[in-house]
């Protein structure tokens, strides 16, 4: 069998641990042809390929980013002003003329989508989920969130020491534009005050009340952790984290700094944990192909390494719950999520 690897939407830790994953199980287990396609959709769009061996697989194990590129192209998604007419006839045209039995794509839920539709238009296909984000339904955890998980963790444990000694409020922003799962975690990892996700709506007054309340018990300062992807309450140019430090200035009067952690949560290698997951979503990634199970997403569901068909994401999210344990344990010791319950 010939065989396509490629990754798309926002790189993150993990991704060559799967190329590998795949690649190597592919080749020494399946005796398969294996081709990376470069630059996501764009390279199966633009015929952009290059050969994958054992020699060009090895030593990319703990090489953070995609030794592939990646690229946001959506080739489903109609635009005015796209050069190519069909896309989805180009790619289907490519693949024949390579002669791939089916294609790998890594990524987030854009391209578990593309995926989707590419398995309707008749295109073997294999989903490998990935995301900081953590947010692809259908499986427990995606790769990338526990190395985003150890950075931000890290780099909350680190303001703690410069908020003690300005006796300040430190607002830290981190990635999540629709779930708070990285937020929840590093917060509650990092021993958060106040914990801001997209999925619970906050009242900065409460925000407010408990900051002031920590302080009038003497503790000298305060972490507030805000997702990327929070709802404000107000339209405002400013990032949520710039936007919740100035209100919760005013209304307290306690110094307050935000800090954004931004792309340095996707950057570098991945922990050892992701390692594992990757490399286990990868061998079952070869291991489907070769029994020509196709049109499936790789995933784990109770520590198992399985898979779901991947038509059945079908748009949907895997959100933090209100009602989620770490949200509870995070209430019973008097973490703050922003909102009246305790
Ligand atoms: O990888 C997911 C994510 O980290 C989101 O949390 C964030 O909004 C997005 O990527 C930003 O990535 P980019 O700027 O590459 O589109």
């Not at 042809?33 to 199966?44: D, F, P, R």
């Not at 922990?271 to 490399?279: K, M």
Request: aromatic residues 6%; contains cysteine.
């Amino acid at each position: 069998m010939k065989i396509g690897i490629l990754s798309a939407g926002g790189d993150c830790p993990g991704i060559n641990a799967t190329i590998r994953g795949v690649g190597k199980t592919a080749i020494v287990e399946y005796g398969m042809e294996v081709i990376g396609i470069n630059n996501g959709y764009s390279g199966l769009i633009n015929n952009d390929f290059v050969t994958l061996d054992e020699q060009s697989l090895s030593g990319i194990l703990t090489l953070g980013g995609t030794i592939l590129g990646t690229s946001r192209e959506k080739p489903y998604k109609k635009s005015e002003t796209d050069a190519v007419e069909d896309k989805p006839a180009l790619m289907k045209k490519n693949i024949e003329a390579l002669g791939l039995d089916c294609v790998v794509c890594i990524g987030g839920n854009g391209t578990q989508k593309t995926a989707a539709l590419m398995a309707a238009q008749g295109i073997n296909v294999i989903g490998i989920p990935k995301t900081i984000d953590n947010d692809v339904w259908g499986t427990d955890v995606t790769f990338g969130f526990d190395s985003a998980l150890t950075i931000a963790t890290e780099a909350i444990d680190r303001l703690h020491t410069t908020a003690n000694s300005h006796k300040r409020v430190m607002v830290i922003e981190v990635m999540g534009h629709t779930a708070g799962w990285l937020s929840l975690y590093a917060g509650m990892a990092s021993g958060g005050d106040v914990i801001l996700i997209p999925e619970i709506e906050f009242d900065l007054e409460i925000v407010a009340a408990t900051l002031l309340d920590r302080a009038n018990k003497g503790k000298p300062y305060s972490i507030v952790v805000v997702a990327e992807g929070v709802k404000l309450p107000e339209e405002t140019k400013k990032s949520p984290a710039r936007y919740v430090a100035k209100k919760i200035q005013k209304i307290t009067g306690l110094e307050t700094r935000e800090t954004i952690l931004g792309y340095i949560q996707r950057g570098g290698s991945p922990t050892a944990f992701d390692r594992i997951l990757a490399t286990q979503f990868g061998g079952y990634a070869a291991k489907l192909i070769s029994e020509n199970k196709f049109g499936q997403m790789v995933a784990i569901q109770g520590g198992e390494i399985t898979s779901l068909p991947i038509g059945e994401i079908n748009g949907r999210l895997r959100l933090v719950d209100n009602m989620h344990p770490l949200v509870l344990q995070g209430r019973r010791m008097g973490v703050c999520f922003g909102d009246k319950i305790r």
